[in-house]
């Protein structure tokens, strides 16, 4: 499995008609992109989404970033991702994960509780699970959402690594001595295509603020030193240039390259545009040069 030292995470594939996805999908590819990271909150299926766009593609991974342990038992997660590991070899990454509280309480309806003992149990039963249809040539490969030093743990022990969210560049260094030398580290990183402060700040804090609200996000944050103070109001401009990116393409390039000397094996870029539903094509297109260029 290659994956490149940049990906693209994205939503706003989901936002379009599945023809213009798949479309969108063979041009990232042709621009050179190592992987698509996908979610799993209000859009398509995840599983569905990946053959979507892995039927439309030759050589591009799809992850999941992430696939919720909540939405399917874990026979059902291990035939999905054997089915494509087997249909699309080495191009299917399957990232999972244990979601939020509000989500899984709220939204599915069902009781978040001891993530990380779900975590665990789910792993074991995916390892047990029964599975008669054909099976990929190669181990099918998994990583977790892993944030804190427990679920990093078990991200080193019982998947290929760890794929962090809204994180900032010292979580990338502390994951890397929690994971110890091996494990592949695939954080995400926002990003703004803008040079004009306050509105590439405004961008980043309406990316922001939902997150700003999830527990699993700001305990993490609060690990680094960041406070209530940091968090109210959308988040100071201190943590906002920490968690988003903003500014040309070098500057862009810099943030990323930061995560890799810091320890990450791929990063996971994910462009905010000015209008969060329509596709940021353009952006693509400009960073491309400047981040596959990176080794």
Known sequence: MRLGRVGLWTFQLDLQPASAAKEAAIELEELGYGALWLPEAVGREPFVNSTLLLSATHRIVVATGIASIWARDAMTMTAGQLALSEAFPDRFLLGIGVSHQPMVDYVRG???????????????????????????????????????????????????????????????????????????????????????PEAARAAARQHMATYLTLPNYTNNLRRFGWGDDDFADGGTDALVDAIVAWGDEAAIFARVRDHLDAGADHVCVQVLGENAAALPMEQWRTLAPALLALR
Do not use: S, W
Request: proline share 10%; hydrophobic share 45%.
């Open 110 to 196: 069902q009781h978040y509780d001891k993530p990380l003992t779900k975590m665990r149990e789910y792993l074991e039963a995916m390892d047990g699970a029964i599975y008669m249809a054909p099976r990929p040539e190669n181990e099918p490969r998994r990583v977790l959402a892993a944030l804190g030093p427990k679920m990093l743990e078990l991200a080193a022990a019982k998947a290929l690594g760890a794929h962090p969210y809204f994180v900032p560049v010292e979580h990338t260094a502390f994951a890397r001595d929690v994971l110890g030398e091996g494990p592949m580290l695939c954080p995400e990183q926002a990003v703004v295509l803008a040079t004009d």
